[in-house]
T-cell receptor, first 112, second 118 residues
């Protein structure tokens, strides 16, 4: 049974600070990792994808992957109130299997 | 772009009726589409994988005769909830995977359909 674990939160971060979201996964053969943002009542929106160990930066977002530790994180710099949402970590085991396994999500609140 | 639409966005129906939800990829072709269900404050649960021109692959515990999936073209998949009951009330979300391109395993989600069965 593939598992993706996230701290459910809520995680409260002051506006302008760095928000750090963490995710661990159980399947060592996992190859593709995604972070989705979901506002209440809405569907998920892809924020970042990462495939190799290390950091990947896109604007205020940085994804970090450590396959040896089976750990992926998302950093949000200069947090804004509009970043308040639930962040879902998703994992795909290989390019042949198309299914994503989602974590339960971390609810992030940015405090003005 | 990678835009996915769903219709309807919200539906209320009586118990025992059937409801059809459409999922369309608007600006790309999608060989594979996925159907998810999400209950309040819970994560997404994959129901089935829909492949164009072939039968859908259902996840364990999902009744294929109750949740009928048709992926008739590279841009359209439909989910029909047959004989809906109140416990089927949920947020149904589809996603689509691009058929080609350098990164073809990203999934793009539709806006979701909120089903309420009375």
């Amino acid at each position: 049974q593939k598992e993706v674990e996230q701290n459910s939160g809520p995680l409260s971060v002051p506006e302008g600070a760095i928000a750090s979201l963490n995710c661990t996964y159980s399947d060592r053969v996992s190859q593709s990792f995604f972070w989705y943002r979901q506002y209440s009542g809405k569907s998920p929106e892809l924020i970042m994808s990462i495939y190799s160990n290390g950091d990947k930066e896109d604007g205020r977002f940085t994804a970090q992957l450590n396959k040896a530790s089976q750990y992926v994180s998302l950093l949000i710099r200069d947090s804004q109130p509009s970043d308040s949402a639930t962040y879902l970590c998703a994992v795909n085991d290989d390019f042949g299997n198309e299914k994503l396994t989602f974590g339960t999500g971390t609810r992030l609140t940015i405090i003005p | 772009g990678a835009v996915v639409s769903q219709h309807p966005s919200r539906v209320i129906c009586k118990s025992g009726t059937s409801v059809k939800i459409e999922c369309r990829s608007l600006d790309f072709q999608a060989t594979t589409m996925f159907w998810y269900r999400q209950f309040p404050k819970k994560s997404l649960m994959l129901m089935a994988t829909s492949n164009e021109g072939s039968k859908a692959t259902y996840e364990q515990g999902v009744e294929k005769d109750k949740f009928l999936i048709n992926h008739a073209s590279l841009t359209l998949s439909t989910l029909t909830v047959t004989s809906a009951h109140p416990e089927d009330s949920s947020f149904y979300i589809c996603s689509a995977r691009k058929s080609s391109g350098p990164v073809s395993d990203e999934q793009f989600f539709g806006p979701g359909t909120r089903l309420t069965v009375l």
